[in-house]
C-alpha cells in the first residue's frame, strides 16, 4: 500500500475532517483507531495539525512530513503488537520508546517518534474517539554527546574536493549552505529578488518559524551567484541552438528537497568524499564563523537560530586548543 500523506492544500485536508458532524467524527476516528487504518490516521493527524497546531495551515510541508511518517510507524507498530489504540495499556508508549532504541534509534530521533505519536493522541481526543493520553509520562534518555561530535562538518578539504568536481548547480547550492549556511529548504525556496550580490545580501524569506532574516554572503558566494545568475537568471546565456534560459521565479530548478541531494550526492560521489546530507555543510559555516568572530550570538544569527544554545550545542565548536595563543605566557 503506498501512503500518500496529504493531497491538495491543508486546508482542504482539514476540512475533510471539521467539515463532518460531531458524532460522524467521533464515529469514524473510532473505527479507524479500531482498525488501525494507517492513512485515515494519518490524514486525522495532518487536519488536526492543520487546524489545532501552532502554525496551523502554515505548517511546512516537512512537519508534515516528518508526523505522518512517525504516525505511520507508529499504527504499523500497534499493528503487530496487536495494541488496542483507543485503550492503550499502562506500559504500552513506554514498550515503543523500549522498541525503537533497542533498534538502534537513537534518542533523538526516537524523541521524534514520540512527537509524532502524541500528536495522533491529542488528534483522536480533539475527535472525540478517547481520552487516552498514553505518552505523557514516558521517559527517552537523554544523549549527552553534542551534536557537533556525533555529526562533524564537512572538513576544508572535503568541501574543496566536491566544489572541484561540481556542476553549476551543485556548486552554487554547496555555498549556500556552507558558506551562507542556510538550510537546505531557504536554499530551494530563493527566488531571483532574494539574491543581491553587489551588496553580498540574501534576503531569507521562508526561515524556520516563517521567520526571515538578511544573510551575509561570502567572497565565493558572492562569485559563484555572479555567475550563476549570467547563466541561468532572467536574460540567461544563450544555447547552442539558439534558445534563451528562460527561467521562473525560484532560483533552482530543483524541485524537491530529495531531487537536490540526488543531484548533490553525485557530486559526492565524484570527489569520493561521503555524502552526510546539508546540515554538516551548515555545520561548517558556523564552526568556521565562529573560530572568526567567536561570538556565538552573531553565529546563530548567521545560521538563524533562535536560541543560542542551539548553536553551541549542535552546530558550532572551537577547537580543542583554541585557547593556547591566550594561554601562552601564564
Not at 467521533?26 to 495532518?46: E, M, P, W
Not at 501552532?54 to 508526523?67: F, H, K, N
Not at 488496542?84 to 523500549?98: C, K
Not at 555572479?226 to 530548478?253: K, M, N, S, W
Amino acid at each position: 500500500m503506498t501512503l500518500v500523506t496529504y493531497q491538495g492544500t491543508l486546508l482542504a485536508q482539514t476540512r475533510e475532517w471539521t467539515n463532518l458532524h460531531d458524532d460522524e467524527l467521533r464515529r469514524r476516528a473510532v473505527q479507524d483507531a479500531a482498525d488501525k487504518n494507517v492513512g485515515a490516521l494519518v490524514s486525522l493527524t495532518t487536519a488536526f495539525l492543520a487546524h489545532m497546531g501552532g502554525s496551523g495551515v502554515l505548517t511546512s510541508p516537512r512537519t508534515i512530513e516528518a508526523y505522518a511518517l512517525g504516525v505511520r510507524q507508529f499504527v504499523q507498530y500497534a499493528a503487530s503488537q496487536a495494541l488496542n489504540l483507543l485503550r492503550p495499556g499502562q506500559h504500552d508508549a513506554q514498550n515503543y520508546v523500549g522498541a525503537l532504541l533497542a533498534a538502534g534509534r537513537a534518542p533523538a530521533g526516537v524523541g521524534v517518534k514520540v512527537a509524532a505519536a502524541v500528536c495522533l493522541y491529542r488528534a483522536l481526543r480533539w475527535a472525540g474517539a478517547t481520552e487516552a493520553d498514553p505518552f505523557r509520562d514516558v521517559r527517552i534518555p537523554k544523549d549527552r554527546t553534542p551534536g557537533i561530535v556525533k555529526r562533524p562538518p564537512y572538513t576544508e578539504d572535503e568541501l574543496a574536493d566536491v566544489l572541484e568536481r561540481s556542476d553549476t548547480h551543485a556548486k552554487f547550492l554547496l555555498f549556500l549552505t556552507a558558506h551562507a549556511g542556510l538550510r537546505i529548504s531557504e536554499a530551494l525556496a530563493l527566488a531571483w529578488d532574494d539574491l543581491d550580490e553587489g551588496t553580498r545580501r540574501i534576503q531569507v524569506r521562508s526561515g524556520k518559524g516563517r521567520k526571515g532574516r538578511v544573510v551575509a554572503m561570502s567572497t565565493s558566494l558572492a562569485r559563484a551567484t555572479r555567475h550563476y545568475r549570467a547563466l541561468y537568471g532572467p536574460g540567461g546565456a544563450e544555447h547552442a541552438d539558439g534558445r534563451r534560459t528562460t527561467p521562473g521565479t525560484q532560483v533552482f530548478r530543483y524541485g524537491s528537497v530529495m531531487t537536490a541531494r540526488y543531484h548533490l550526492g553525485r557530486a559526492f560521489a565524484a570527489a569520493g568524499v561521503a555524502f552526510r546530507g546539508f546540515h554538516p555543510g551548515r555545520k561548517y559555516a558556523g564552526t568556521r564563523l565562529l573560530q572568526q568572530v567567536r561570538d556565538f550570538g552573531r553565529v546563530a544569527a548567521h545560521l538563524g537560530h533562535e536560541s543560542v544554545d542551539t548553536t553551541r550545542r549542535g552546530y558550532a565548536a572551537l577547537a580543542a586548543d583554541d585557547l593556547k595563543a591566550d594561554l601562552s605566557g601564564w
